[in-house]
């Protein structure tokens, strides 16, 4: 072999030695690319899991709250049909469908791995079969006059309606036994109930009268049996939610949870060791290169004559760990090509260990030398320079909406029941995260059927600024009256204007977003800066709005309840002054008739009095004038 390649010219022996180092280049782009593929890969099935989490909560919310409120709905009490449940099938179906997906990943064919999948799999029918029994279940019970419970209406109105006389206080007892049921869920009331059903049905065999006795017994019995019927449905509901179907829903989600979470943290820490191995290979393989190249150089400087000692040295030197100097080329003969050669060499593996060396640093913005960025290595390391770059923005893109999502789910959370105030920190950190100029969140004003401006934010600050917008007047009317967002990236000059200390200037974009929450419109969010909205930031922003949606939904409701109950409290201490007023003019009318009683008497007692007086007067009178008269007479006589 050895005596073969002394034959060959030094031009092909070159070829073959530059040839073998190609081959390596191959293999480590070959190698590199892999590996940059199963990054990409396992990104994606992170990115899936992290999806099946989303769904398996929004899943266990729907059941949530189908079971708190969607079972009363008319159309579920109707048609069997309710917005959570159209909305747990469509994440049911989207899980399944995305467990057959990555089913055939790569990561899954570890037996192991394989083993959990198939776990969440069955953990899930398990889920929707306790799901599916809760529905039937809910179904079955009915509300008001459906169901069960209608016909324990029926039933009731069956016995209050009889003309049989029998006692209405046992019979009101019995309703009582029923509501502190249906309010408590407590069995013992079902004893309770029995024993009063036996009480009253014995009380009417003891009646005389036998007309309606049958009629009024047998409904007693029906109301009984319907009672103790849906009493059976609700224990197979679930009295709480720790038992029935409601708890074991419960802990089928809990387990199904827990597997997911570890499916997550198992990818999450196969992608890391992946990026690990891909760089620590990458590296030993340019590693393996140099020294595969240094072997071949050496061994060819042994086959070539002491004409090329120069070459030899330049071998010797990169063969140490260090970059020799460019060889001076004095001749055009093929020890001429193979210095050039070298010479190409050395710089191009100078290019891509420092290249490679920045990659390995996470500097991503690094530029390959232009003169060499048409040969095969720099265009696979510059290949996997963009899909690491790709990835890491990817990757970027993703943790800057979680975040925000996260920074905005703790404000909401946390803050005050102000909704002045929570605007207030929700718009200036809106605009700072979008790195925007200015912002408005404008609220339904539902007395004046208007929307009203709650928060302004431009240039760090806060602005007093209160402004009216009718629905359908102007872009922010419109959005909220189309319920959908509007993007403007032709802004009119006289639409809005960002003024600072250097001037004033036009906004070039406008992003109003409706703040909606089940197809009901709370208010809005207009943001203005001078830099396009990109569709993440688009989305982003969506994303808030429903959050904010949410809390400003709940916060109207807690405000008016609040608005209610001090108006109540209001009237009552109104009512209650009047109270105490009514109570002291009667104490004062009170006063006042015994003052005229007892001036009444004494005026009683002046009179009889006075009578007294009189009646002795006339007696007086009458004596003086019978003495008169008897004077008279004595006078006459004489």
């Not at 179907?245 to 809990?254: E, M, S, T």
């Not at 789910?409 to 929700?426: A, M, P, V």
């Not at 003495?627 to 006459?636: A, I, N, T």
Request: proline share 1%; hydrophobic share 40%.
């Amino acid at each position: 072999m050895k005596t073969w390649i002394q034959k060959l010219p030094i031009r092909f022996k070159l070829l073959f030695a530059f040839g073998s180092i190609l081959l390596m280049s191959v293999w480590i782009i070959s190698a590199g690319i892999s590996s940059i593929q199963n990054i990409i890969s396992y990104n994606e099935l992170s990115d899936r899991i992290n999806g099946l989490n989303v769904a398996a909560l929004k899943m266990s919310r729907d059941i949530q709250e189908f079971s708190d409120r969607g079972f009363k709905k008319e159309e579920f009490l109707k048609k069997n049909k309710s917005e959570w449940l159209d909305s747990y099938d469509n994440e049911y179906v989207f899980i399944l469908n995305e467990l057959d997906e990555i089913t055939s990943h790569d990561y899954f064919n570890i037996q192991s791995n394989k083993k959990n999948l198939d776990s969440l799999r069955s953990k899930l029918i398990v889920y929707n079969k306790n799901v599916k029994s809760l529905i039937l279940a809910f179904s079955e019970r009915g509300f008001q006059d459906y169901g069960v419970e209608g016909k324990l209406r029926q039933a009731i109105h069956a016995v209050e309606d009889s003309n049989y006389p029998y006692e209405k206080a046992s019979m009101l007892m019995l309703r009582r036994h029923e509501k502190d049921f249906f309010l408590r869920k407590d069995l013992k009331y079902r004893s309770k109930f029995n024993n009063g059903i036996a009480a009253l049905s014995s009380q009417v065999d003891s009646t005389k009268q036998d007309e309606g006795k049958t009629e009024i017994k047998n409904s007693l019995k029906k109301y009984q049996s319907q009672f103790n019927y849906i009493i059976e449905l609700e224990t197979k509901i679930g009295l709480d939610s720790k038992s029935g179907l409601r708890g074991a829903i419960d802990k089928n989600f809990q387990s199904l949870e827990n597997v997911l979470s570890g499916l997550t943290e198992a990818v999450k820490l196969k992608n890391h060791t992946m990026v690990r191995q891909a760089l620590i290979t990458l590296f030993a393989l340019l590693a393996l290169q140099v020294i595969v190249g240094l072997i071949l150089v050496i061994f060819y400087a042994e086959l070539l004559t002491k004409a090329i000692n120069e070459i030899k040295s330049a071998l010797v030197s990169l063969s140490r760990g260090s970059f020799p100097d460019n060889m001076i080329v004095r001749t055009k003969d093929e020890i001429a090509d193979a210095k050039n050669a070298l010479n190409n060499l050395v710089d191009r593996i100078r290019a891509a260990v420092q290249f490679a060396q920045d990659l390995g640093k996470g500097n991503l913005n690094i530029e390959y030398k232009e003169e060499f960025k048409e040969d095969v290595l720099a265009s696979a390391i510059i290949n996997m320079k963009g899909q690491l770059v790709d990835a890491d923005k990817q990757q970027k893109s993703i943790n800057w909406l979680n975040e925000g999502m996260a920074t905005f789910g703790e404000i909401l959370k946390n803050n005050t029941d102000n909704i002045s105030e929570l605007g207030d920190e929700i718009i200036s950190q809106l605009v700072n995260y979008l790195g925007a100029n200015q912002g408005a969140i404008y609220v339904i004003n539902e007395e004046e059927n208007c929307l009203e401006s709650v928060a302004t934010y431009a240039y760090n600050k806060k602005k007093y600024v209160t402004k009216k917008i009718q629905v359908g007047q102007g872009l922010v009317g419109q959005s909220v009256l189309e319920k959908s967002y509007i993007l403007l990236k032709e802004v009119p000059e006289d639409y809005i204007k960002i003024t600072s200390g250097l001037g004033e200037a036009t906004a070039r974009n406008v992003i109003i977003v409706p703040l909606m929450i089940n197809e009901q419109v709370m208010g809005a969010i207009e943001l203005a800066s001078f830099q396009n909205f990109t569709n993440l930031e688009i989305r982003f922003v969506n994303r808030v709005s429903e959050s904010i949606a949410n809390i400003l939904s709940s916060k109207k409701i807690a405000e008016r309840t609040r608005l209610l109950l001090e108006e109540a409290q209001e009237k009552a201490a109104a009512l209650s002054a009047q109270d105490e007023e009514l109570r002291q003019n009667a104490e004062e009318l009170q006063a006042t008739q015994e003052e005229m009683e007892r001036q009444r008497n004494e005026l009683l007692q002046e009179v009889e009095h006075l009578k007294k007086e009189l009646k002795n007067a006339k007696q007086m009178l009458k004596e003086i004038k019978t003495e008169s008269q008897q004077k008279d007479k004595e006078y006459l006589v004489e």
